[in-house]
């Protein structure tokens, strides 16, 4: 063992290189694995340098030793010192970089590019039934998959019907079938209720038409009945001349031709003068200035029967239209097969 106070002298200045030195790997300490790296070689318990330090200690006594462990220990404490706060300023550090790359500006306005917008069907048949629901009719759904009496029989169509061939029906297993029309709902709400009603009932249908320009093998239909007693064919023109108006504008104009369907009677097609040239002719209308709109007529006394009504005590239009066709008749669409093409190109047109 020395006591030689230059031994001590060394031991208190190796203390101050070991710092120096210290100082100067601390500089470039960037993250949390280099700060521990660090510490184990200055502090660790195996190769820390300030340990040695304290290991040399034992070679030394009297001043020497007290003198090179104060020295030791300044090190110690002041290397520490400095550890504990570039952890600090590193985790700090850390967490602002977090919250900046998780900030939320809650005042910031939606990306409007990614706002969805209604089909246009959707919005057509919106208005659709804005317009009866003002009128005080509820809005009703049914089964898409129907059996051959609601879709045809209960309907007052003949066996031998040609609505009722492969050729324009697609069938299901045994009896059932994929609904033509959403007339079969009429006979399944009025099996329920009992009058007077008023419902109108949008849904898809289906039927087994080649795609092209005007016809698609799905397409939606938005029907209307009304019974009550002392309903006359006037209540269902006027209404349905309201009808009209409300949705292609009040200067627009309704004709009535004869028509046929099975489960009305009388039966009418319904014209409106087009809302694209206001009945001058165009392209929408194809120079002839009207629109076909919708059928419609007066229930078929029939049908009350099949329902369990008395058709001497109660009266009752009906009509039907197909949604997909007025829609492209106000947006002047020229082939409705855009519809269910899904191209955003075609959609974001009528995002409002
Ligand atoms: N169901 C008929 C069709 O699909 C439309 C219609 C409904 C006609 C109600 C008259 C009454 O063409």
Redesign the pocket.
Known sequence: MSSDPNDSAANAGDADGIVARFEADALGIADLDALEELRASYLGRKRGAVTALFQALRELDGDAKRAAGAAANRARQQIGARLEQIETELRSAATASREQAELVDVTLPAIPDNLGGLHPITQTLQEIQNVFVSMGYGVVDGPEVETDWYNFGALNFPEEHPARDEQDTMRLAGDLLLR????PVQIRYMEQHQPPLAIIVPGR?YRRDTPDATHNPMFV?C??LLVDTDITLADLKGTLDHFAKALFGPGTKTRFRPGY?P??EP?AEVDATCPACHGDGCRVCKGSGWVEL????MVHPALFENVGYDPTKVQGF???MGVDRIAAVRYGLRDIRAYYDNDLRFLRQFTS
């Open positions: 033509t029309h959403t007339s249908v239909q029907e209307g369907f489960f009305t039966s919708l059928g419609c007529g009906a009509f039907g």
